[in-house]
Each structure stands twice: as C-alpha cells, then as structure tokens.
C-alpha cells in the first residue's frame, strides 16, 4: 500500500531515478513540476554547503510553484543517500535532509536502521534500493518504508535477476511500497511493472538525454542514438556490477568485448578500471531502455510522453 505521498500528487506512478554527476535542481524541478518524483544524489552538490543551498532552493521553488498552479500536480522529490563506510559524507547530509525535512530518501548500498529512523522522525519515508531478496529483507528489518527492486537492463549499478521474477518473489512476503527499475521508458512500461506487482516505476537513463539533465552534449545525444544491444554490463569500473554505454568505453581506449573483472573488494566508486577514464564522468551509465528515446528534449516532453502512453496502455487493455 502506497503513503500518500506518494500517490496524492502525482501525474503518472513514476519517481525519476538519481543519476550521479547529472541530477541537480534544475533536473529535479523540471520532473517535479511535471508531476512526477525527481530526485538528486546527495554527493552530486559539493561541496556540502551546496546541499543545503539546493535542499532550500528545491523546496522553496515546488512550494511556490504548487501555490501558483493549485490545478495541476506538483510532486514531492527525493534525496538519494549512499549508506557505505566509503561515503564519509553520510552523516553530515542526514542533518541536513532533517533540517530541510526532505519528504523521499532513497538509501543505496547499506541498509542503517538509524538512518530510517532519522527520516521517519518527522515524517519522511525511506525507500532502499536492492537487487535480491536478501537485501531486500534486511532493508525492511531494518525500518526502510520501501524497496526499489534493481532488475537487470537497469543503469548503473544493476542487478542480475529479471524483473518479473524479482518482483514475484518480493510480493511473495513484502506488501509494502514497492517501485521497479530496469529498462523502463515507455509509458506502457510503466503499466507493465504495475501489472506484474510493482506500484511504480523507477526510470532514470532517458532523463540523461533532456535539456536540464547536467550530462555532456554527446552523452545526451548517445542517449538518443544508441539501443539495448549497445550496453554492457560489468564491474570493471566500480567494483559493483553496472550498465555502461559501449561507445564511453570504446572512447576511453578499450575493448568493451574483452574487459577484466575488478575486484569487489575494492570499490572505487570514482574508477575508470586502471584507466584514465573515470566512471560516471568519462563511462557513461546507462540502461537497456534507451531505444525509446529518439531526440534529445526537454524534461516536461518526455514526462508528456510517458503519460500519452501509459493512458493509451490502460486504454488498450479496457478496451
């Protein structure tokens, strides 16, 4: 069953996905405003000071914005938290999404029952990212309000397992909020992964390819160019296994046919494998989706679209 907020303002059951390096405020608003969740990766505004200049500027602009288009739907956003001993920010961003009450935290790579319970102190929700069923029982043993199921074809760090059969799995004992990633950017996908048990969908790499996204202007056309076929998947680059757009690592000089396996032990959240290449920034994630998107445009666009499909989807089947 889905709290409130996220249903009550809502245009279309979507959460735009944290894509690190390239979700700011600009991203964020433009998907919000557009009545569907945005969200950025707390780590993106550096340094911290910055996160609390867009935690404030984020806020304020949605208030202002819902109080001047009380007809149409403005969503809340979401910041995302990254939960590992690597991440020596941690701390210092939680004060600051309670100091803002940020309304959806999404935490990744480490469930923290302290960390729910900081969110949830004034009314926040958690949403934990995972990938199999083990992490996703400890994420709720832990007090996380809600799973995202990270199914294979997802950008970024992605997992193995197909979607259908994550999310069968899950709702086999889990009847909370669930959201699922991987591949979706189509508004008749988004129908199809609340056919098959998910409330929403969690869709990231075809907002790589809008005007507000904060990605080059040959990584947001790749966006546009490039299909399923051009992806692959590996941990070379992190040390977690992820989707990277095959052209970024055939520009950082190496074979993407024939790349070694790292170590994960070792996680290098920055690497580029041994390259000069750094990840994110040179090596561009990316997920199986991307054949959907055709040009290269404004978020309000894509969010338009994604809405004219998934009615037309529900049409379809009722009719």
Sequence with gaps: MLPPILKDDLALPVVGAPLFIISHPALVLAQCKAG????FPSLNARPIEQLDEWLAQITEELASHKEKNPGSKTAPFAVNLIV??????LMEDIKLVVKHK?????TSLGAVPEVNQAIQSYGGITLHDITNQRHAHSAINKGATGLIAVAAGAGGHAGRLSPFALVQELREWFDGPLLLSGSIANGGAVLAAQAMGADMAYIGSPFIGTHEARATEEYKQAIADFGA???VYTNLFTGVHGNYLKQSIINAGMDPDNL???DPSKMDFGSGGGSKAKAWRDIWGCGQGIGAVKSVG???ELVGRLKREYEAAKASLCG
């Excluded at 590992?84 to 920010?89: L, Y």
């Design 102 to 106: 940020v309304p959806i935290v999404i």
């Design 36 to 39: 569907i969740v945005g969200s």
């Design 260 to 262: 070694p396996e790292s």
């Design 229 to 231: 076929e051009d992806i």
């Design 298 to 300: 404004p978020t309000a």
């Design 84 to 89: 590992h001993g690597s991440n020596d920010r």
